[in-house]
């Protein structure tokens, strides 16, 4: 079966990878779309204030598009090479905007408490809420290198390769930095708790 | 006795996949994926220009960036405010700014390294093009440097850089420096210890030539 704008379920990232190299609008169209929240929610928290997330992902698209001849089957999901790109959309922009770092308070962000529709009581969501509220204030004390790994590994969910893609740096030192900022936010949420 | 990935009880790792389990669990709740989808116009253009793009020659396609950024930014219905940077690439950037100087750096170990200038309302826009300066770690990165003669010698950072994996480099970088008093253009290898001099490690050098 053939859905409409999109490639057809069951291809592999491999297929995938080799169609969207080859300009296939169904393989980028799938990939925008299964790939788009995600792209947004980086951006936003990396991004200097007043730039729009959406806007960075889409110069990150224009910029793939145009630099398809630059991308090479690593063995990696095409989200790891837009990652790469957004990521240089993102540092241009905190680059113009004078700022070496962005500390965005939660309060600012969409992400806000999220009503989780699921069968637990009152009390279940009061202290589920206040871990969740730990969580997120502990990952805002962390530095910006730590939430990068954090986010690229936990969050976005890449693998460990594509996380190294994403940030040019070997896996040995993507594992490192993932668990040594993991350690460190740990800590944070004791303290946070405390 | 193994856990579910099969790390055995006494592997110092297995406190690691725990303390990843649990944290990146705890993360992804704390950070729910929101329910986000491009608009139905932005789809719409990304495959025109997807298609566009595949009827170029390979090495033709350079170019649609700017245009398919503010497209699909203008068929999203938003950016009023991202004017000034949206489709800003690296010959947006230069179409904003008047041709102004260009310098030809060279190393001794055979690096190459051709720059171009422009005088912009922000200052200086640099662009600068290699093939040939070494891939360097991690730990490292190239910085360029402007000197000036004023109030004695005097280097101003135009910003650093990195070549991809392949050793090409195209970076668009900016300075404020005056080019008619610089003296000297220099290319160092930096340490990533966040000593904000120059290293004195000289990969290229090179002099301005003035655009009339």
């Not at chain 1, 990232?13 to 300009?23: H, Q, S």
């Not at chain 2, 422009?118 to 200086?124: D, L, N, S």
Request: hydrophobic share 40%.
């Amino acid at each position: 079966m053939r859905i409409i704008g999109s490639v057809e379920p069951g291809t592999s990232e491999r297929d995938l990878l080799a169609r969207f190299r080859a300009l296939d609008p169904d393989a980028w169209e799938t990939v925008y779309r299964r790939s788009y929240s995600r792209l947004v929610e980086y951006a936003r928290r990396r991004l200097p204030g007043g730039y729009d997330p959406h806007d960075a992902v889409s110069e990150c698209l224009a910029r793939a598009v145009d630099r398809i001849d630059d991308l090479a089957d690593h063995g990696v999901r095409v989200e790891a090479w837009l990652y790469g790109i957004l990521r240089l959309v993102v540092l241009e922009q905190i680059r113009r905007s004078g700022r070496q770092e962005r500390e965005r308070p939660v309060a600012d962000s969409p992400l806000g408490l999220v009503e989780v529709a699921d069968e637990r009581g009152p009390l279940e969501h009061v202290l589920r809420d206040e871990q969740v509220s730990s969580v997120r204030a502990a990952f805002e004390r962390l530095s910006v290198d730590d939430q990068e790994v954090l986010w690229l590994r936990q969050v976005a969910e890449l693998s460990v390769a594509e996380v190294a893609e994403v940030l040019k740096k070997g896996h040995g030192a993507v594992r490192q930095a993932n668990f040594r900022a993991l350690a460190r936010l740990r800590t944070l949420i004791e303290e946070v708790d405390a | 006795m193994t856990n579910e990935d099969g790390i055995p009880a006494d592997d110092p790792s297995r406190d690691d996949a725990e303390l990843e389990r649990l944290l990146g669990a705890e993360l992804r709740q704390a950070f729910p994926a929101e329910d986000l989808a491009p608009s139905p116009e932005q789809v719409a253009l990304l495959r025109d220009h997807v298609a566009s793009m595949r009827r170029r020659p390979a090495r033709g396609r350079w170019r649609l960036l700017a245009a398919a950024a503010a497209l699909l930014v203008a068929g999203a219905g938003i950016g009023v405010g991202a004017t000034t940077w949206v489709g800003a690439d690296d010959e947006d950037l230069l179409a904003r700014g008047s041709e102004e100087f260009s310098a030809e750096l060279t190393g001794p170990a055979g690096a190459r390294v051709v720059i171009d200038g422009a005088a912009a309302p922000e200052g200086r826009i640099v662009t600068l093009r290699s093939d040939t300066l070494p891939v360097v770690p991690y730990e490292q990165f190239y910085e360029l440097w402007f000197l000036t003669d004023e109030g004695g010698s005097t280097w101003v950072s135009a910003g650093t850089f990195h070549p991809d994996e392949e050793g090409n480099t195209v970076v668009v970088l900016h300075a404020a420096v005056d080019p008619s008093v610089v003296t000297d253009v220099q290319i160092t290898r930096e340490p990533r210890d966040g000593n904000p001099a120059p290293s004195g490690d000289l990969v290229a050098r090179g002099t301005v030539d003035l655009i009339d």
